[in-house]
């Protein structure tokens, strides 16, 4: 399955110290989960969050489909620390925000089912951005269509939100027919530590999983 081409590979893998210190917090996550060895589960981003969660911390996990919102809350039932809601996505970054903390991190993963989806992601960032502007927001995106990934970026930097951080990594040239070439991630109000971690972290990364060459990874500030 995937998993050979991607954690598989990670779990394997002789990084060097400085990159691997950075990944031994997931790694960690994912271990946590198959205590006997190997990759028999594997971590979503609500449990990869929960696991680096600290006393204080929070999560609120917002699913729309409604099995999958009664599978999270089975997930974390007794998890006081943790709230899963079942809504849109893109409604609760309207009716959640701002949170009563004054620091958070909200994650934006769509699932790219609808055409639309990068025009929504743009849109959610302006008006989420205006209601909390000192959040740190992480919008994942895939990587097949390069001329939509291009608009979307053109989109990001003419929205008038400020301190974005573009991460792409590709794993292969573009293909003939549409498929999964990469991702990325637009990272608002990242930490000031991010930007060189990722510089150590990335080509290492890229250097384990690229599947065909020419394939790069790229950090672009989209707005300073």
């Known amino acids: 399955g995937e998993w050979q081409g991607g954690i598989s590979r990670l779990f394997d893998a002789a990084l060097d110290a400085p990159a691997a210190a950075l990944l031994a917090p997931y790694l960690e996550a994912v271990h946590s989960l198959n205590p006997e060895g190997g990759v028999k589960k594997y971590l979503g981003s609500p449990l990869i969050a929960r696991h680096l969660m600290r006393k204080q911390d929070r999560l609120s996990a917002i699913e729309l489909h409604r099995q999958d919102a009664a599978k999270l809350r089975a997930l974390f039932q007794g998890d006081f620390q943790t709230r899963v809601i079942e809504l849109d996505g893109w409604l609760a970054l309207r009716a959640h925000l701002p949170p009563k903390e004054k620091r ?76 999964l070439d990469g991702c990325g991630m637009v990272v608002v109000n990242p930490p000031f530590t991010l930007e060189g971690e990722l510089r150590t972290l990335l080509p290492a990364l890229h250097t384990l999983l690229v599947v065909e060459k020419p394939a790069h990874w790229t950090l672009e500030w989209l707005a300073a």
Do not use: T
Request: glycine content about 8%.
């Open 104 to 179: 958070g991190l909200v994650l934006v993963d769509p699932p790219f089912e609808e055409e639309c989806e990068f025009d929504r992601l743009v849109d959610g960032l302006r008006k989420a951005h205006k209601r909390w502007p000192g959040g740190i927001y992480a919008l994942w995106y895939p990587v097949k269509n390069r001329k939509a990934v291009a608009a979307f970026r053109k989109a990001l930097v003419q929205s008038g939100v400020p301190k974005l951080l573009d991460i792409g990594f590709e794993i292969r040239p573009p293909s003939a027919e549409p498929s």
